[in-house]
């Protein structure tokens, strides 16, 4: 009787835990910084050339990024982007991660991305994109949009 009464108690404590998550996700967050992780890695030592494309690309990126906002509703609907161009769909937090299920099909089915956390809470949310995103990893501080 004791087991059965301990897993009911770590059953709640892991839906109050993903409640949390989820009530401080929604909101409307933009995009404060932009953190390269290993990028020299990426870039051939020998190569100059390569060393000062990487470099521009990476400002290009970050330029693009920082005027990105995402949006979180509480209908489990979400909407990116920037002047250039949005995204919707629906999200859901799974673990660490969240689930983006996009509302434009491909080949018969919408894609999902699955982009994991860092970090969550009322204030700040980092996010990790990783080769599966883009063509390097990185670390996307974003803060409320007030």
Known sequence: MGKIWASVLVL?????????????????????????IDAEKATVQSDTMQGNLMLRQQAV????????????????????????????????????AINFMSDVEKDGAAPTKKIPFEHLSEDSLVLLLNNDQTSIKLKLLLLPVE
């Not at 892991?14 to 404060?32: D, N, P």
């Not at 970050?62 to 990105?68: A, G, Q």
């Not at 509703?73 to 995204?87: L, P, R, S, V």
Request: charged share 30%; with cysteine.
């Open 12 to 36: 709640l404590v892991f839906m109050a835990c993903t409640g949390k998550k989820e009530k401080a996700l929604i909101k409307r967050w933009r995009v404060a910084d932009v953190t390269f």
């Open 61 to 96: 990126l970050r330029d693009v990024l920082l005027k990105n906002l995402y949006e979180f509703k509480d209908d489990g609907t979400y909407i990116t982007g920037n002047a250039a161009g949005t995204a919707t769909g629906k999200w859901k937090i799974s673990g660490n």
